[in-house]
């Protein structure tokens, strides 16, 4: 696979940048037309929108969602013509985890590109950045238009997802390669340290989210970054238990709280992963449709019953039965180098769930 060098600038004034994504304006904008696309229609709508700027998707990691929303499910045929009055009726809403790890990870990726001082504001459930200061020939500049902030960096990328991100690798700064060079993994596979990507994972901000298009040379890199931020992780929690200091904030390191792989966690609330317990997002995900499917389930009951149905916004129990009725992908185990069904490697029991494979570990088909 070759991979697509383009230069370009980063952009987070106006917008919500989080811990695996960003928005980025190539230079050469024709450099889009040489990447793998079977998704040209959704990525041409978004590039006209921002005026050139596009989302991007930062390869091999998952950050901690801060708004996710689960996809409105379809009414059941026998029910379609009960479905008049819609008063009651579930909405998805949008979900976030634990927020402050989250926020950690978004401030740090804008830290490493060289944003210094980002100010958000949030009006209802929307969060974005209103202006953030520069460093320019030393002197602090504030800005606070959109697309006024041109963040020079450069992405290696070679390929556009089904929502119409590039699946990128991000670099701060410029570097001598020319705009539109084409790089071996072998070649990405030495500067992949210098990434972005690499970094958030190195310190234990995201979670590795690896796919088969992941070419194993580049996987070893980000194993290795995972493995060092989590005996970091092991340190710091055990400081944490041994210290009788109680802290007022988090450790800035997912492997201190994350507990879904070594005894497992007990979900009987949304609260449970919305509010208390780092989990990873593919996981949190996957939950947030579960409960939006039970509570969906009662609705369609009600319906078909007719009898009365309000939700209640309020009530967050669920339980994890159903967690793979979505859905149950194959997976690839690089330890055991086999394939196997998610479901197989994830022990949900008594209420509670357990990730019998380490993130690090576990590949996904697509």
């Known amino acids: 696979m070759k991979y697509l060098l383009i230069k370009g600038s980063l952009h987070v004034v106006g917008y919500s940048p989080d811990g695996d994504s960003m928005m980025f304006k190539a230079a050469n904008p024709a450099l889009w037309d040489r990447l793998e696309n079977d998704n040209k ?140 060079s084409e790089l071996t993994k072998e070649m990405l596979a030495e500067r992949l340290e210098k990434s972005v990507n690499y970094q958030l994972l190195r310190y234990g901000l995201v979670y590795p989210y690896f796919f088969m298009t992941l070419a194993g040379k580049l996987r070893d890199k980000l194993i290795g970054a995972v493995r060092r931020a989590q005996a970091d992780g092991l340190q710091k929690r055990q400081a944490l238990e041994n210290s009788a200091v109680t802290r007022t904030s988090k450790v800035p390191n997912l492997w201190v709280y994350d507990r879904s792989v070594t005894e497992g966690i007990k979900i009987a609330d949304l609260k449970n992963i919305t509010d208390e317990m780092e989990i990873h997002p593919y996981l949190f995900r996957k939950i947030i449709k579960v409960w939006y499917a039970q509570k969906m389930q009662g609705y369609w009951t009600a319906l078909r019953d007719r009898t009365p149905y309000e939700f209640d916004e309020n009530d967050k129990s669920l339980t994890l039965a159903g967690l793979f009725e979505d859905g149950d992908p194959t997976v690839f185990i690089v330890s055991d180098q086999d394939f196997v069904k998610l479901s197989e490697i994830v022990q949900v029991k008594d209420g509670a769930l357990r990730l019998m494979r380490h993130p690090m570990d576990i590949v996904f088909l697509s």
């Open 41 to 180: 229609d959704t990525f041409t709508e978004k590039l006209t929108k921002e005026n050139g700027a596009v989302q991007l998707r930062l390869e091999g990691i998952d950050a901690l969602e801060t708004h996710y929303s689960p996809m409105p499910l379809p009414t059941p045929p026998d029910l379609k013509s009960k479905e008049k009055d819609k008063a009651g009726k579930p909405a998805p809403g949008n979900y976030k985890q634990p927020e402050e790890i989250g926020r950690v990870a978004a401030e740090a990726f804008m830290w490493l590109v060289g944003v210094k001082k980002p100010q958000w504001r949030k009006f209802g459930k929307t969060t974005w950045v209103a202006k953030a200061c520069f460093e320019k020939d030393g002197q602090e500049v504030w800005l606070d238009e959109k697309q006024t902030d041109h963040i020079p960096a450069y992405i290696v990328t070679s390929n556009i997802e089904k929502n119409g991100r590039p699946l990128a690798w991000v670099f701060p700064g410029d570097t001598n390669d020319p705009d539109g």
